[in-house]
């Protein structure tokens, strides 16, 4: 198996990876596909290539390489966190591997365990079990793990995946009272460089303020160097990936940072949650760059958990309340905000856009998944629904696309 060429890690989809989707937002980080032969519309019954029973419920979101399809699944009843294996055409499972956790972290009730996705390279698959972090190679053999991190406590729990990029791999080990961005040689896992961040409560009454992030770094070439965004909590920021030293800063974010930062035409797109701010930011400053680098500024904006994608100068999202919105890239500007509804029981969406082409997809918790037209004049394409519910993201792969429900694993294709 061949690792992700380097032109997928700093942005470019390649189609050499087109049949991979090997992490929560895609080859490349961003939600975006090269292919665009996907299925428009599809059902419960309809367009359905295989669905099989998963043994508990879950939020991650499915990776694909090659033949192979990788789920984190959390067992409850028997205190398991596994990664599974699944045969792309037919949907059997392969394999499982995974640890016992008698002395579970703390979450929420709508936050089950292993709600982090995997990470593949094509030779190594690399989890996030919350407190732990394990790699194994594609025939579910262990090849080393990281126990030795402390615990998450956090009273709506963890959700961060790991991140490859090139050599290293990048986790952000929070929220909770300690939250540490580290970063791994993914052969070994031994700890290259790691940066801590301010804590916040865990869920004790009369604690430390609520503040948290849940969201992933994503490293791209900006100028002459790279840089590694990360949103925390009051601000975005940019790492050295290779040894973790700080190159910029920007104020303005809130107190929660739930969905990940975007990168185009040299900006970094960053927005919190729970009716929290939005920014965005020019890359490739140095120090404190809020009074030179910063492009736009909105207070409050609506409460979003899914992570958008950027095409030709918008910004797309499904917001957490069920609406499709558009924003100017340049200004910040709402360009429209519709309310996607459909049979299913709720319009609430955690899930995060995908494009294919000029079009969007997303699904939210009743199960209804929406395509709409990537373009500032809004227009809805297909509503389709399988019954079932859904918190994790799509994943494509050869035309198909894998949606991880409540009860099933989904393979949709023409």
Request: net charge positive; hydrophobic share 40%.
């Amino acid at each position: 198996m061949r690792a992700l060429p380097l032109l997928a890690v700093f942005g470019i989809a390649a189609p050499l990876s087109a049949a991979n989707w090997p992490a929560w937002r895609g080859p490349a980080h961003d939600g975006v596909t090269v292919e665009t032969d996907l299925p428009l519309r599809w059902g419960a019954t309809e367009n359905v290539k295989w669905k099989v029973p998963l043994p508990d419920r879950g939020n991650s979101t499915p990776v694909v390489w090659g033949e192979r399809v990788f789920l984190t699944q959390a067992i409850e009843r028997e205190q398991r966190r596994t990664l599974m294996c699944f045969e792309k055409r037919t949907g059997k499972l392969l394999w499982a591997a995974g640890i016992t956790c008698k002395d579970a972290e703390p979450t929420h009730a709508t936050n089950p365990y292993c709600s982090a996705s995997p990470a593949t390279d094509g030779e190594r698959v690399i989890v996030s079990y919350g407190s732990a972090v394990f790699c194994y190679d594609l025939d579910g053999r262990e090849l080393w793990r990281r126990d030795d991190l402390g615990v998450q406590r956090q009273i709506w729990g963890n959700g961060a995946s790991p991140v490859i990029a090139g050599e290293r791999v990048f986790f952000n080990f929070g929220p909770g009272e300690k939250t540490v961005l580290y970063c791994f040689d993914k052969k070994t896992g031994r700890t290259l460089w790691s940066h801590a961040e301010p804590g916040g409560n865990f869920g004790e009454a009369g604690g430390k303020a609520w503040l948290g992030s849940w969201n992933d770094p994503l490293q791209r070439r900006v100028g002459s160097r790279d840089e590694l965004f990360m949103h925390w909590p009051g601000r975005v920021c940019a790492y050295d990936p290779a040894t973790g030293r700080e190159l910029w800063t920007c104020d303005g974010l809130t107190a929660l940072a739930y969905n990940s930062p975007l990168f185009s035409d040299g900006v970094v797109v960053a927005m919190g949650g729970f009716n929290g701010a939005a920014l965005a930011v020019r890359a490739g400053g140095n120090g404190n760059v809020t009074a030179t680098h910063r492009v736009w500024h909105l207070p409050k904006v609506t409460q979003r958990i899914g992570t958008g994608v950027v095409h030709e100068g918008h910004h797309y999202l499904l917001a957490d309340g069920g609406t499709a919105e558009c924003r100017d890239l340049k200004t910040g500007a709402l360009v429209y905000s519709e309310r996607l509804k459909g049979p299913g029981a709720t319009a609430q969406n955690w899930s995060s856009v995908v494009r294919s082409g000029d079009r969007l997809y997303a699904v939210n918790q009743g199960g209804d998944a929406f395509v709409w037209r990537a373009s500032p004049k809004f227009e809805l394409l297909a509503t389709n629904s399988i019954g079932e519910k859904v918190i994790g993201s799509m994943a494509v792969s050869d035309g198909l696309i894998f949606i991880r429900g409540y009860r099933n694993l989904w393979c949709i294709g023409k």
